[in-house]
């Protein structure tokens, strides 16, 4: 399924067309070279003075580590995300040799939609979770202190909304995506002023 941004002029296809699906198709698998490209975009992210904060755990369907990752995740989330193929945690680190990693959130956020709109261009669609327990992945895979887990990321073959079986979350996947206007987000001469 396409729900693709409306936007008054055409923008990079790959952000029009991401969106954070909840459906997705339990028997697709991710390969090696899609994985392997998802971590590429996100290695590639610009970070405060290259300090280069984000980090990801790993895990594909099948394997432990998905398991694993899945068991951090609330109810909510678990219900759909565990027919992605593969789940993810982003990790920020917070301290280097300096001391503390300037923009260390941001470096991780930026890292990550790197990753989501890399997994669009492959055909892919990936949905970031804030409804996981950080203390849980941290215990689970024995985190050092300055090793911050921020998001869970689930990537997988979008499929019908009517995997998502009960009718109000079928509701939710069709729902319209909506945003606030432009006027109401880009300012010129003073704050509230549209800049366009
Ligand atoms: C940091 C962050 C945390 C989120 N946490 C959740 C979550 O726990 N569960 C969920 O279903 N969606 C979650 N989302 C998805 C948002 O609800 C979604 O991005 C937003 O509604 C906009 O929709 P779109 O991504 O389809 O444009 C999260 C998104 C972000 C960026």
Known sequence: MRKPAETSVPVAPAIAERWSPRAFDETAAI????????????????????????RYLVGRRGEPAFTRILATLNSGNQAWALRASALLVG???????????????????LASENLVVQAVELGLAAHQMAGFSADAVRAEF????DAVPRVAIA????????VLGDPKRV???LAPRRRLPLAEFAFGDGWGTPAL
């Open 142 to 145: 024995a985190l050092p202190a």
């Open 171 to 173: 509701e939710r996947e």
């Open 155 to 162: 990537v997988g073959t979008p499929a019908d909304a009517s």
């Open 31 to 54: 390969t090696d070279d899609q994985l392997t490209a998802l971590l590429e975009a996100a290695r590639w992210a610009p970070s405060f003075g290259n300090t280069q904060p984000a």
């Open 91 to 109: 990790v920020m680190v917070t301290t280097n040799e300096k001391g503390e990693v300037p923009y260390a959130e941001y470096g991780l956020g």
